[in-house]
């Protein structure tokens, strides 16, 4: 078997998310098409986490496992990707791994961000990734609630069922 880890950026306006589905487009699913067509014989991915319809990543990674060694070296492998990939979707990094390497546990921390504006209007281009308020903000109001996200938080709600994480309490830091 043969193992690499990807780093994937993508945007995921018109996906039902990163993971697999079967009657639904998902980042994933285009990912998995782009390198079978590299690759030849089984090959599999694994995500380290899954994103909701329409959710965008700047950093995602993904272990690939095949029973066949990519047929060139992996900078080439990663110009061929990109070549193949939906213009959505753009491979940053690939390189060999462990197989033992798993993306959503061996992660050493996992960030979400969100932004918004409040402009009188919004750019056309900044609408997919921006959420704008029109209306002036009460920031100390914000500054307020923000700090009660500061602690530690169990965040089990937000596992599987059977999940084989060792703990669901978090620490956030201040903002």
Same mark, same amino acid.
């Given at each position: &078997?043969?193992?690499?880890?990807?780093?994937?950026?993508?945007?995921?306006?018109?996906?039902?998310?990163?993971?697999?589905?079967?009657?639904?487009?998902?980042?994933?699913? =285009?990912?998995?098409?782009?390198?079978?067509?590299?690759? =030849?014989?089984?090959?599999?991915? &694994?995500?380290?986490?899954?994103?909701?319809?329409?959710?965008?990543? &700047?950093?995602?990674?993904?272990?690939?496992?095949?029973?066949?060694?990519?047929?060139?070296?992996?900078?080439?492998?990663?110009?061929?990707?990109?070549?193949?990939?939906?213009? +959505?979707?753009?491979?940053?990094?690939?390189?060999?791994?462990?197989?033992?390497?798993?993306?959503?546990?061996?992660?050493?921390?996992? =960030? !979400?961000?969100? !932004?918004?504006?409040?402009?009188?209007?919004?750019?056309?281009?900044?609408?997919?990734?921006?959420?704008?308020?029109?209306?002036?903000?009460?920031?100390?109001? &914000?500054?307020?609630?923000?700090? +009660?996200?500061?602690?530690?938080?169990?965040?089990?709600?937000?596992?599987?069922?059977?999940?084989?994480?060792?703990?669901?309490? +978090?620490?956030?830091?201040?903002?």
């Amino acid at each position: &078997m043969h193992y690499y880890k990807a780093i994937i950026r993508y945007d995921g306006t018109g996906y039902a998310g990163f993971q697999y589905q079967k009657d639904a487009p998902t980042v994933q699913n =285009e990912f998995n098409q782009a390198i079978k067509t590299i690759i =030849e014989g089984k090959v599999t991915t &694994m995500g380290a986490s899954r994103t909701d319809t329409g959710v965008h990543a &700047m950093e995602q990674v993904v272990k690939i496992t095949s029973l066949l060694p990519v047929p060139f070296e992996e900078s080439s492998l990663l110009v061929n990707l990109n070549k193949i990939l939906p213009s +959505q979707i753009r491979c940053l990094d690939i390189i060999p791994c462990n197989g033992d390497f798993k993306p959503a546990s061996d992660s050493q921390s996992k =960030e !979400y961000r969100y !932004y918004f504006t409040n402009k009188k209007s919004a750019l056309i281009e900044e609408r997919r990734f921006i959420a704008n308020f029109s209306h002036p903000l009460n920031l100390n109001l &914000m500054n307020n609630c923000t700090q +009660q996200l500061i602690g530690t938080h169990n965040f089990g709600h937000f596992c599987s069922s059977g999940s084989n994480v060792k703990s669901t309490n +978090q620490s956030t830091h201040n903002f």
